[in-house]
């Protein structure tokens, strides 16, 4: 089975704290995605990456940044936390072979990591 | 750009069959997704229709899909309270390494 783990379920950080959130797949998976989820809104894509050391803005990476230095990590960072940033964190991953490769274009997720910040 | 359109919530009785309705602007699609995800977990596939099909059956979903109008529907039969969960419609757009695009998710609310 496809695992995504995200290495914290929870976090609690003040205003202007550095933050990370770590993300591992085992599935040699050559796409990951960070999205956020908030009530009413949905999944928004911060940022995602299709190979090592790529990626690529999402629909709101502002306030955030990414780091993907092996195939299997992507990272998300917030350099400075503010409370508006405060929501559920889900990690994807997913393969690039399209069709041919018999892609569904599925993505996996991890369990989420929710984040408040005070 | 894309868009993904479903309403946010749908309650239902025990035992009834639920209907969640989607509607997409993409018609470029190749797939297209429904996820369920339960409280406090991340997203899980629950099944996913090719967009040159009409309907996908599996146990208890039925996936029907309407390509000329763009809409999606999943009917739940004999709905149970395991089902109760936020389900969401996703699309390809056309694939590539951006992803999927995604509904808001709507709350399958299960009425006693």
């Known amino acids: 089975d496809v695992k995504v783990t995200q290495s914290s379920r929870y976090l609690v950080k003040r205003t202007g704290e550095k933050v990370f959130l770590e993300c591992v797949q085992d599935?040699?998976?050559?796409?990951m995605f960070w999205y956020r989820q908030d009530p009413g809104l949905g999944l928004r894509l911060i940022y995602f990456s299709y190979d090592v050391k790529m990626k690529e803005k999402g629909d709101i990476p502002e306030g955030y940044s990414v780091s993907r230095e092996k195939k299997e990590r992507f990272s998300l960072i917030l350099e400075s936390a503010s409370t508006n940033q405060t929501s559920m964190y889900l990690c994807a991953s997913s393969l690039n072979g399209g069709l041919i490769r018999g892609d569904t274009g599925e993505l996996f997720f991890g369990e989420g990591s929710r984040l408040t910040v005070l | 750009g894309e868009d993904v359109e479903q309403s946010l919530f749908l309650s239902v009785r025990e035992g009834d069959s639920s209907v969640i309705n989607c509607t997409y602007t993409?018609?470029?699609?190749?797939?297209l997704y429904w996820y369920k995800q339960e409280p406090g977990a991340g997203l899980q596939l629950l099944t996913y229709i090719f967009s040159n099909m009409d309907m996908k059956q599996d146990q208890r979903l039925t996936v029907l899909l309407n390509k000329k109008d763009k809409h999606l529907s999943l009917r739940i039969a004999d709905t149970q309270t395991g089902d109760s969960a936020i389900y969401f419609c996703a699309e390809d757009s056309g694939g590539g390494a951006d992803g999927l695009t995604f509904g808001k998710g709507t709350h399958l609310i299960i009425q006693p």
């Open positions: 599935m040699d998976h050559e796409n």
């Open positions: 993409d018609s470029s699609s190749t797939y």
